[in-house]
């Protein structure tokens, strides 16, 4: 994905409580055993929490406010809170 549209385009969005220990947990899985950004191309800066599916703080607005074209979910309520 981030060959096709260029790292600067490829974001990853999570849902969590930003600023506790599943963000700091979910960070060092994905830097220190997954190697994400080495590994994709995937940008450390593009990689965005927040703390709702829905609503004003949401995945959607945030999706938004990127001008995203494309989002991948594995849930239909992530989905249409974005589209």
């Excluded at 260029?6 to 055993?33: C, Y």
């Excluded at 990689?47 to 990127?66: D, T, Y």
């Amino acid at each position: 994905i981030v060959e096709i549209f260029e790292p600067e385009n490829v974001f990853l969005i999570s849902k969590l409580h930003v600023g506790g220990n599943m963000q700091r947990r979910t960070l060092e899985w994905l830097h220190d055993a997954m190697d994400i950004c080495g590994t994709t191309g995937l940008l450390q800066d593009n990689i965005i929490f927040c703390e709702h599916v829905s609503g004003p703080e949401g995945k959607g607005v945030i999706a938004q406010e990127l001008k995203l074209t494309h989002f991948i979910d594995d849930r239909l309520d992530v989905l249409l809170a974005v589209f």
